[in-house]
């Protein structure tokens, strides 16, 4: 439901029938921000159902599962949201699945600082990558690693496309 996800689902949906392939959604909603990570779920099915995409939610609990791992939050949401498009693409009937994440170059950008100030050398030079496997069959992508944030806002504004705004 961010602008982010909202930008890359309108774009994929309008390309769908030209490039033929089949869209679906996953919203993962990490049972952190209580009644507004719900709303957006909500939002999120309401967007699919409005553009004639399928939607699945899934709804865990990030708080819960950091206890137990012993992990961070961050960490944790990206662990059970991972997890969650795993069993989304495995149960999906066509076989090989690509699964479109909204990155962009900000984010590209961010992580490159973070890697580098973690000590990562050359590799962490390399940022996001565009692509890679995350099971078998199941290709992660990300077709929005060129464009900036500021560019996906005025996307969304051209097209009066609202968005979720998370408060955290």
Known sequence: GGADSVCLLLLLSDLKERAGYTLSA????????GEESVRDAAFTEALCSRLGIACEVFHVSVPEYAARQKAGTEEAAR???????????RAYPGGRVKIALAH????NAETVLLWLARGSGVRGLGGIRPGRELDPGVTVIRPLL??????IL????????PYCVDAT
Not at 104 to 107: C, I, K, S
Not at 146 to 151: D, G, S, T, V
Request: include cysteine.
């Open 146 to 151: 060129f464009a900036q944030r500021a560019e």
């Open 26 to 33: 996953v919203h993962v909603e990490h049972g952190i921000r």
């Open 154 to 161: 005025d996307e969304l504004a051209i097209r009066g496309e």
């Open 79 to 89: 662990a059970l949201r991972y997890d969650c498009l795993k069993r989304a693409a």
């Open 104 to 107: 962009h170059a900000d984010d």
